[in-house]
Protein backbone atom coordinates (compact mmCIF):
# COMPACT_ATOMS: atom_id res chain seq x y z
CA UNK A 1 0.00 0.00 0.00
CA UNK A 2 2.96 2.57 0.50
CA UNK A 3 4.54 2.06 -3.04
CA UNK A 4 0.34 2.37 -4.48
CA UNK A 5 0.23 5.83 -2.44
CA UNK A 6 3.68 6.88 -3.84
CA UNK A 7 3.23 6.30 -7.24
CA UNK A 8 -0.78 7.95 -6.57
CA UNK A 9 1.19 11.09 -5.12
CA UNK A 10 4.10 11.28 -8.02
CA UNK A 11 0.95 10.79 -10.44
CA UNK A 12 -1.10 13.92 -8.80
CA UNK A 13 2.23 15.89 -8.81
CA UNK A 14 2.73 15.30 -12.21
CA UNK A 15 -0.74 16.58 -12.94
CA UNK A 16 -0.35 19.51 -10.69
CA UNK A 17 2.89 20.09 -11.84
CA UNK A 18 1.54 20.00 -15.58
CA UNK A 19 -0.95 22.03 -15.14
CA UNK A 20 1.36 24.77 -13.40
CA UNK A 21 3.35 25.10 -16.45
CA UNK A 22 0.22 25.11 -19.13
CA UNK A 23 -0.99 28.12 -16.94
CA UNK A 24 2.33 29.81 -16.50
CA UNK A 25 2.81 29.49 -20.14
CA UNK A 26 0.18 32.34 -20.90
CA UNK A 27 1.92 35.89 -20.53
CA UNK A 28 0.61 39.62 -20.78
CA UNK A 29 3.21 42.36 -21.63
CA UNK A 30 3.42 46.66 -22.64
CA UNK A 31 4.88 48.02 -25.67
CA UNK A 32 4.96 51.37 -27.24
CA UNK A 33 4.73 51.91 -30.97
CA UNK A 34 3.45 53.51 -33.92
CA UNK A 35 0.03 52.24 -35.59
CA UNK A 36 1.25 51.52 -39.05
CA UNK A 37 -1.51 49.95 -40.50
CA UNK A 38 -5.40 49.14 -39.43
CA UNK A 39 -7.51 46.36 -41.02
CA UNK A 40 -11.29 45.22 -40.11
CA UNK A 41 -12.69 42.06 -41.60
CA UNK A 42 -16.59 41.69 -43.08
CA UNK A 43 -16.12 38.16 -40.90
CA UNK A 44 -14.85 37.09 -37.52
CA UNK A 45 -11.54 36.31 -39.33
CA UNK A 46 -8.49 37.28 -37.08
CA UNK A 47 -10.86 38.67 -34.57
CA UNK A 48 -12.28 41.29 -36.87
CA UNK A 49 -10.17 43.85 -36.69
CA UNK A 50 -6.47 44.36 -36.09
CA UNK A 51 -3.67 47.15 -35.76
CA UNK A 52 -0.05 46.22 -37.00
CA UNK A 53 2.72 48.01 -35.36
CA UNK A 54 6.00 49.44 -35.94
CA UNK A 55 7.35 46.87 -32.52
CA UNK A 56 7.14 43.41 -33.08
CA UNK A 57 5.05 42.14 -30.41
CA UNK A 58 6.49 38.75 -30.60
CA UNK A 59 9.42 40.70 -29.57
CA UNK A 60 8.00 41.07 -26.02
CA UNK A 61 5.84 37.48 -26.37
CA UNK A 62 7.26 35.16 -28.42
CA UNK A 63 4.46 33.41 -29.40
CA UNK A 64 2.48 36.29 -30.72
CA UNK A 65 2.81 36.71 -34.66
CA UNK A 66 5.02 39.89 -35.74
CA UNK A 67 3.26 42.81 -36.43
CA UNK A 68 -0.44 42.63 -36.38
CA UNK A 69 -2.74 42.36 -33.32
CA UNK A 70 -6.00 41.86 -32.53
CA UNK A 71 -8.96 43.59 -30.57
CA UNK A 72 -11.35 40.93 -30.93
CA UNK A 73 -14.00 42.46 -33.04
CA UNK A 74 -16.37 39.68 -33.17
CA UNK A 75 -16.75 39.70 -29.39
CA UNK A 76 -14.55 36.79 -28.61
CA UNK A 77 -12.64 38.57 -25.92
CA UNK A 78 -14.17 41.28 -24.99
CA UNK A 79 -17.97 43.12 -25.84
CA UNK A 80 -17.78 44.25 -30.11
CA UNK A 81 -18.36 47.73 -28.77
CA UNK A 82 -15.37 47.73 -26.63
CA UNK A 83 -13.21 46.24 -29.54
CA UNK A 84 -13.97 48.93 -31.80
CA UNK A 85 -13.45 51.82 -29.35
CA UNK A 86 -10.21 50.17 -29.32
CA UNK A 87 -9.55 50.33 -32.95
CA UNK A 88 -10.79 53.35 -32.71
CA UNK A 89 -7.65 54.11 -30.50
CA UNK A 90 -5.49 52.44 -33.23
CA UNK A 91 -6.84 54.80 -35.99
CA UNK A 92 -6.63 57.98 -33.67
CA UNK A 93 -3.04 57.42 -33.48
CA UNK A 94 -2.37 56.51 -37.00
CA UNK A 95 -4.27 59.71 -38.60
CA UNK A 96 -2.25 61.93 -35.76
CA UNK A 97 1.08 60.09 -36.01
CA UNK A 98 0.89 59.22 -31.86
CA UNK A 99 2.13 56.63 -30.71
CA UNK A 100 0.12 53.56 -28.69
CA UNK A 101 1.16 52.11 -25.44
CA UNK A 102 -0.89 49.31 -25.44
CA UNK A 103 -1.16 45.96 -23.04
CA UNK A 104 -0.96 42.42 -25.07
CA UNK A 105 -1.50 38.98 -23.96
CA UNK A 106 -0.65 35.51 -25.26
CA UNK A 107 -3.41 34.16 -23.30
CA UNK A 108 -6.29 35.25 -25.87
CA UNK A 109 -5.54 34.70 -29.63
CA UNK A 110 -7.27 34.56 -33.09
CA UNK A 111 -5.27 32.93 -35.27
CA UNK A 112 -1.71 33.67 -33.56
CA UNK A 113 -2.65 37.15 -33.79
CA UNK A 114 -2.35 38.37 -29.82
CA UNK A 115 -5.36 40.35 -28.14
CA UNK A 116 -4.91 44.06 -26.71
CA UNK A 117 -6.20 44.54 -23.23
CA UNK A 118 -5.77 47.86 -23.30
CA UNK A 119 -4.47 50.54 -25.67
CA UNK A 120 -3.69 54.27 -24.76
CA UNK A 121 -2.81 57.36 -27.47
CA UNK A 122 0.67 58.53 -26.05
CA UNK A 123 0.72 62.41 -25.61
CA UNK A 124 4.54 62.69 -26.07
Given at each position: ??????N???????????L????????????????????????????????????N????????????????????????V????????????L??????????T?????D???????I?????
Amino acid sequence: TDMTMTNGFRTMLGLALGLLAVTAAADTANLTAFVEKTMVYGDSTRGGCLAALSKNPAAVLPACKKTWVTFSCDGTYTDPVRAYRMLDQAQLALATGLQVQITVTDAKMHDGYCFVNQIKVMTE
